[in-house]
């Protein structure tokens, strides 16, 4: 069963924008950390960004601090990834996760929101690809 959902990714030219958007069908979804992961072919899964329950702490991977920008919205069950100024190097498929237990472990740091073993939902991912 699909918990996560999804959307948003396409082609879009280097420079441009995206914004991708991931639904959970979970009511414990205003209880969770929410992260953003990326796969491109070949590579291992990566960490992108991740939000706590509350919207309250963010984390960015280097590689995207200052371009992207995670929010979510806990009224529709939903976290987004607005992505400016894309480069090719962000092509890949992305994909949301659900960290159930963050809320509860006293602390939320990047060392948690990084660690992709410390999330229970997968979604199935968007593609995004960027043209040069």
């Known amino acids: 069963q699909v918990y996560l959902v999804e959307s948003g990714g396409g082609l879009v030219h280097h420079g441009g924008s995206l914004r991708l958007s991931c639904v959970s069908s979970?009511?414990?979804?205003?209880?969770?950390?929410m992260a953003w992961f990326r796969q491109a072919a070949e590579n291992d899964r990566e960490f992108v960004a991740a939000?706590?329950?509350?919207?309250?702490?963010?984390y960015y991977a280097d590689a995207v601090n200052g371009r992207f920008t995670i929010s979510r919205d806990n009224s529709k069950n939903t976290v987004y990834l607005q992505m400016n100024n894309l480069k090719s190097e962000d092509t890949a498929r992305y994909f949301c996760?659900?960290?159930?237990?963050?809320?509860?472990?006293?602390?939320?740091?990047?060392?948690?929101?990084?660690?992709?073993?410390?999330?229970?939902?997968w979604g199935r991912g968007t593609q995004v690809t960027v043209s040069s």
């Open positions: 996760a659900a960290d159930l237990a963050a809320m509860y472990a006293g602390s939320y740091t990047l060392t948690t929101a990084r660690d992709k073993k410390n999330y229970d939902y």
């Open positions: 939000i706590s329950w509350n919207g309250n702490t963010v």
């Open positions: 979970k009511h414990t979804f205003k209880d969770s950390a």
